[in-house]
């Protein structure tokens, strides 16, 4: 049996045991999104996806969306989210879950126990865990696209074997360090150093905004091995902060927002990398890091989707339950406006991130405008869908008592992390002067 068949079955064991409820009502998908089938897939392998790689159908999408939706409505229920977000913890037990259920390893090796379905299925996951909680999601995103995936793009096969079983079986917390105090969209910029030594390397510097930092057991670190090499100086290594003496999670950030998702401020102070964790080519640590960005910003434009479907899933109900002058509020047309334009808006961003994430599984290309674009697209739309819905709610969406509060400050950081809408509206720009760039001359 294929592990796309033992995924669904985990699903479907954890969904027929749960207590169906009123509020899982809601949860049903407005407008489901069904992307054309015109284009005839092309089946093969491309260097981003799995040795022997197919493109799941749309039903076994279908099918994978039904039953990720099944296991938020156990697993990660409103009261789940709500206290994530009010005590700025993450549910410790919710990584083993999330393994058992086979979420954590959608784009890894079937042979490290990953499920090699691709990047609609992880837009997929992503986007219904969202739905649900945008911290949980936050923190899922960072430990499958930017430590699992990379390590599965970029790993050798003895690290491949090493890390991504545990990894994918959710018994350890992945995370990616790349981001300084210092050095945010500016990459190249960053301070951490590493100076080789007998048998590997010794990084000493320090990393700012690291999503699942204070609880990772896998990280992988970019740091400067050639400080005069710029862009070819930067190697990318893996670490394991909690078995190397100089390491330290410095504090743990209190955010706005996507809180539960545990970020903090880590500190590298002699920490000894053996050799063979070097991930890809020594000073080739910016390939890796854009051969992963792209990618990442694609899965993580998801994540809005999941937030405005959210919004709406507060909204629409409350909308047409809520009367005023003996009416249904959802009656009056100015708030019928503002459903629509809610509406229209993430079915406008849900096509978006699944037509490139589709060209990404069937024909193995990625457009790095389009990446940007879909993110730059789906977080802006998600704050203003997010405003909607507490206007829409009046006094309501204004108190802690409505999920309305937590959608909009989840909703914010994607303007923010992984590169904010002004850098990716320069990414845009830049691929637009390099596509041009023979008019110039």
Same mark, same amino acid.
């Given at each position: ?33 069904? /992307? ?9 392998? @491309? ?68 499920? %090699? ?100 057991? !896998? ?14 100086? /930067? ?8 078995? @190397? ?7 743990? &950030? ?23 964790? !070097?991930? %890809?080519?020594?000073? %080739? ?26 919004? &709406? ?32 808006? &993430? ?8 037509? /490139? ?85």
């Amino acid at each position: 049996m294929s592990n796309k068949s033992l995924l669904f079955r985990a699903l479907l064991r954890s969904a027929t045991t749960a207590t169906r409820s009123p509020s899982s009502i809601v949860h049903r998908q407005f407008g489901a999104f069904s /992307i054309s089938s015109s284009i005839t897939p092309k089946r093969y392998a @491309s260097s981003k996806h799995p040795k022997g790689f197919e493109p799941p159908s749309q039903s076994d999408l279908a099918e994978l969306r039904e039953r990720v939706q099944e296991f938020t409505r156990r697993e990660m229920t409103e009261e789940v989210a709500s206290n994530t977000d009010k005590t700025n913890n993450f549910p410790h037990e919710m990584w083993a879950k999330l393994g058992d259920a086979g979420l954590l390893g959608i784009t890894a090796d079937e042979e490290v126990g990953g499920l %090699g379905m691709g990047y609609q299925a992880h837009c997929i996951v992503m986007e219904e865990l969202s739905r649900a909680s945008g911290s949980i999601a936050l923190s899922y995103a960072a430990h499958s696209q930017l430590c699992v995936n990379q390590l599965q793009l970029n790993g050798n096969d003895a690290q491949k074997q090493k890390y991504l079983p545990d990894l994918i079986a959710g018994t350890k917390v992945g995370a990616l360090a790349m981001s300084e105090s210092g050095s945010g969209s500016d990459v190249v910029s960053m301070r951490t150093r590493a100076t080789e030594v007998d048998g590997g390397y010794v990084l000493t510097g320090s990393k700012m905004w690291i999503t699942n930092g204070p609880d990772a057991d !896998v990280i992988v670190v970019y740091a400067k091995t050639d400080p005069q090499g710029g862009s070819k100086g /930067i190697t990318a290594f893996i670490v394991e902060p909690k078995s @190397s003496p100089g390491f330290t999670c410095l504090r743990k &950030l209190d955010k706005m927002g996507m809180r539960g998702s545990n970020t903090g401020e880590l500190v590298f102070d002699n920490v000894f990398v053996p050799k063979e964790n !070097v991930l %890809g080519q020594i000073n %080739g640590g910016v390939r890796v890091l854009m051969e992963g960005l792209d990618l990442e910003r694609l899965v993580l434009s998801a994540g809005p989707l999941g937030l405005m479907q959210a919004a &709406l899933d507060v909204a629409l109900p409350y909308a047409h339950s809520r009367k005023q002058f003996g009416t249904p509020i959802a009656h009056f047309q100015l708030l019928q406006g503002k459903l629509a334009d809610m509406y229209t808006k &993430l079915q406008a961003s849900r096509a978006y991130t699944f037509t /490139i994430a589709r060209t990404v599984d069937e024909h193995g290309i990625i457009r790095t405008q389009d990446c940007a674009g879909a993110i730059l697209y789906a977080a802006e739309r998600a704050t203003e869908c997010a405003l909607d819905c507490i206007q829409i709610l009046g006094g309501m969406g204004y108190t802690e008592e409505m999920p309305a509060s937590r959608i909009l400050r989840d909703a914010k950081l994607y303007e923010i992390g992984a590169g904010t809408s002004e850098v990716r509206r320069m990414v845009i720009g830049r691929a637009f002067n390099k596509e041009y760039a023979h008019l110039s001359n």
